[in-house]
């Protein structure tokens, strides 16, 4: 099935800076690839997403880019506040965008 | 439109006890899943449904069943809890335009 890897696990950065995070997969039959930023005690929320018939889609100051060949697709957030602290998962799906299998999660700690 | 809605929020049981984690979606979604999350951990599919009378296995279905009656309603029922069953449960809906997720149900197995 399919393994989906995500780097890094925990990332601090100094707000007004960037953030990268990064996600690596296994099955080359996926092609609906979200993101999500889950809060304390919240379920995850939907963020951005790409589909596999386009490399790049950028939603104000986050963006997702994909390498299809490569097997990888990374979440960049610009411009990075306080607000933006919580644990980003990425994941990986079919065509209908459903059955996700997710990434091991990046808590990322935007510091003021 | 209150999205999905899980009940209770927080469950204690002891080992062998039987429970049903509620959830319900009003936005007409025809796929809906069950989904853990261990700490440290991203969410493991448990079981879903792509529409009412039709449930499938996920990634880590033992332990637990489901049944799809009503587009809306979608309970994940634990027969004889386990520790190994304490958790985080996120239930989801959705469509071509993505998937969304409930508030989740923390539940310990004592």
């Known amino acids: 099935g399919e393994n989906v890897e995500q780097h890094p696990s925990t990332l601090s950065v100094q707000e007004g800076d960037s953030a990268v995070i990064k996600c690596t997969y296994s099955?080359?039959?996926?092609?609906?690839f979200p993101w999500y930023k889950q809060e304390l005690g919240k379920g995850p929320q939907l963020i951005i997403d790409?589909?596999?018939?386009?490399g790049e889609k950028k939603d104000q100051r986050i963006a997702v880019t994909l390498n299809k060949t490569a097997k990888h697709f990374s979440l960049h957030i610009t411009e990075t506040q306080p607000e933006d602290s919580a644990v980003y998962f990425c994941?990986?799906?079919?065509?209908?965008?459903?059955?996700?299998?997710f990434g091991g999660g990046t808590r990322l700690m935007v510091k003021p | 439109n209150a999205g999905v809605t899980q009940t209770p929020k927080f469950q204690v049981l002891k080992t062998g006890q039987s429970m049903t984690l509620q959830c319900a979606q009003d936005?007409?979604?025809?796929?809906m899943s069950w989904y853990r999350q261990d700490p440290g951990m991203g969410l493991r599919l448990i079981h879903y449904?792509?529409?009412?009378?039709?449930?499938d296995q996920g990634e880590v279905p033992n332990g637990y069943n489901v049944s799809r009656s009503t587009t809306e309603d979608f309970p994940l029922r634990l027969l004889s809890a386990a520790p190994s069953q304490t958790s985080v449960y996120f239930c989801?809906?959705?469509?071509?335009?993505?998937?969304?997720f409930g508030p989740g149900t923390r539940l310990l197995v004592l």
């Open positions: 989801a809906s959705s469509n071509r335009l993505g998937q969304y």
């Open positions: 099955d080359s039959a996926s092609n609906y």
């Open positions: 790409i589909r596999s018939n386009v």
């Open positions: 994941a990986t799906g079919g065509a209908a965008g459903n059955m996700l299998t």
């Open positions: 936005m007409n979604h025809e796929y």
């Open positions: 449904s792509v529409g009412a009378g039709i449930t």
